[in-house]
């Protein structure tokens, strides 16, 4: 009996899979001691909001909490907030915190997320910003609010919002993109397109195959250089170039690192170590390794995560973690949703003037779905992607769905599809 | 099982629409949630909690004084 609730589970990384993690533990009846620790002072917070309502100036520091104080009392979990985890050691189950502690546990599950990944010409000039923290959102809104000339590095997902955010808010914004349009690693070279012209439209200046070759300024940031030899004049530069996950602490620990923190089918990384969220790469019964940088996926293989650390204490099976990864963007007042996986077949689907449907299909087989202004129609291709019904199927599930539907005229041929009127 | 939305903390994500389509949707005029089924039956029981958990305000409530023994 006290054997048992003794036993120690830690979580590194308190965001949201961590969060996640720490509530699916006491949800699943884990009795022992909890322990949460988290690098930054914060109590836990949303990042989503950061690039939104927060950025915008609708929601204050307050509305961003995860989860309101009270919450963590309740769940008996013993935070150590403001410390970092720097070394791992899996033989003796422990790891030590940056204020020299070492911490013993019974189960590990390492939640530490991601970082923005810095491109080698950024320098530390004032007029730059990244944004993954809420002190960098903090930092971006008040200097946005100087009505600057922005230009955004990177037009992916975050890279976009900050952009629809920023001109929201009454500046002026260019988006320097290094592929042919925006968004298109995530969704498609089509898609990417048919997005990029919901910026034009609202005054969002973007470029697309701009290689940026510098940051121009001497201490305050003036503009970015780019290497065809054009400058766009800036006030301020927000570098949205992806993240890598963060793995500097495991460094030595004996687990295997690769873009991530290699996981089995249960969300495993070694025997008593779990790994969930941002951080975590895990191998599908394809065989295909994969991690999803998107907050669904941290909450639920967070929760996944710790049901199975809590079945291996028992001896109980460990249940494999197959998710239809599932993620949603606001840019401009659209939303846009988007589940499953991507491919190079994507078909764009009209419901009406402004709300489309696109199916991503292999063999002929639907593998993802992405909405503008479509959820419903969303739900009910869920199903479809996961069990990756025949493209036909999700076809008449859009006829289905939607009143009118016509192709989507694409400018510059820039489609590889042919457009498809269903029903 | 007794669910509740929360209109004033609805940021219209939709994502309960994604988990539950059955029992949520966005009011067309308000843009924010409204429930279709208050009292869902069971078996829809998994995807009101996967709602629950995937709405990013946690505007959606659940009660579970009236939890049926399955
Ligand atoms: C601005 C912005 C907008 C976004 N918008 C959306 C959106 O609209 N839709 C969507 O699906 N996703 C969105 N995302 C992505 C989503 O927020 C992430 O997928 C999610 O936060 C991942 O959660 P996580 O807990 O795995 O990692 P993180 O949120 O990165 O949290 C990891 C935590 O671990 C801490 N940590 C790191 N290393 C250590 C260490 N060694 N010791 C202790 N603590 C450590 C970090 O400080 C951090 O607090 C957005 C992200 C950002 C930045
Ligand atoms: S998921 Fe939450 S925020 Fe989103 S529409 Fe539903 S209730 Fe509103």
Redesign the interface.
């Given at each position: 009996m006290t054997a048992r609730s003794k036993r120690r589970a830690v979580v590194v990384g308190a965001s949201v899979a961590g969060v996640?993690a720490v509530e699916a533990l006491r949800d699943g009846g884990f009795e022992g001691d909890v322990i949460l620790v988290g690098a930054e002072a914060h109590m836990p917070y949303?990042r989503?909001?950061l690039s939104k309502?927060l950025l915008a100036g609708a929601w204050d520091t307050e509305q961003v909490m995860l989860?309101p104080a009270a919450r963590y009392s309740e769940l008996d979990v013993e935070l150590r907030l403001g410390v970092s985890a720097t070394s791992l050691d899996v033989s003796a189950r422990a790891i030590n915190l940056d204020n020299g502690e070492a911490l013993r546990y019974d189960r590990l599950l390492i939640a530490t997320g991601a970082n923005p990944r810095l491109p080698g010409f950024v320098r530390p000039l004032e007029g730059v910003h990244l944004l993954r923290t809420l002190g960098e959102a903090l930092g971006l809104r008040s200097a946005l609010l100087r009505r600057p000339r922005v230009v955004v590095i990177g037009a992916g997902f975050i890279g976009s919002e900050v952009a629809a955010t920023a001109r929201g808010m009454g500046c002026e914004v260019t988006v320097l993109e290094a592929l042919a349009s925006p968004m298109a690693q995530a969704l498609g070279a089509a898609v990417g397109e048919k997005l990029g012209r919901l910026h034009s439209e609202h005054g969002v200046v973007v470029v697309c195959n701009a290689t940026v070759a510098g940051l121009v300024g001497d201490g305050v940031v003036e503009a970015v250089q780019l290497e065809d030899g054009s400058r766009v004049p800036a006030d301020v530069v927000i570098v949205g170039t992806g993240v890598s996950p963060a793995t500097a602490w495991l460094e030595g620990a004996g687990l295997a690192v690769s873009d991530g923190v290699e996981c089995d089918q249960f969300c495993r990384a070694a025997p008593h170590v779990y790994a969930a969220g941002d951080v975590a790469r895990w191998a599908q019964s394809t065989g295909k390794s994969v991690r999803v940088e998107h907050?669904?996926n941290a909450?639920?293989q967070g929760?996944h995560a710790a049901h199975n650390l809590i079945a291996s204490l028992h001896g109980l099976t460990q249940r494999p973690y197959a998710p239809t990864p599932?993620f949603?963007s606001?840019q401009h007042g659209r939303?846009i949703?988007f589940?499953g996986w991507s491919s190079s077949e994507a078909e764009i689907l009209a419901l009406d003037e402004t709300r489309i449907v696109v199916l991503y299909a292999r063999d002929e087989r639907l593998c993802g779905a992405l909405t503008l202004d479509a959820?419903?129609a969303?739900?009910?291709l869920?199903p479809l992607v996961a069990r990756e019904a025949p493209l036909a199927d999700a076809r008449a599930t859009v006829a289905a769905a939607g009143p009118a539907r016509r192709p989507i005229p694409m400018e510059n041929g820039v489609s590889p599809q042919p457009h498809r009127l269903v029903g | 099982m007794r669910v509740r939305a929360d209109q004033r903390k609805c940021q219209a994500y939709a994502n309960c629409i994604l988990a539950a389509p059955d029992v949520f949707d966005l009011d067309d005029a308000s843009g924010k949630v409204v429930v279709l089924e208050e009292t869902p039956t069971d078996e829809r029981r998994a995807a009101v909690q996967e709602a629950v958990r995937n709405c990013p305000t946690q505007a959606i409530t659940v009660d579970a004084e009236t939890r049926h023994v399955a």
């Open positions: 996640s949303d989503p909001p309502q989860r907050w669904t909450v639920e929760r599932y949603w606001d939303k949703h589940v959820p419903r969303l739900a009910m869920r | -």
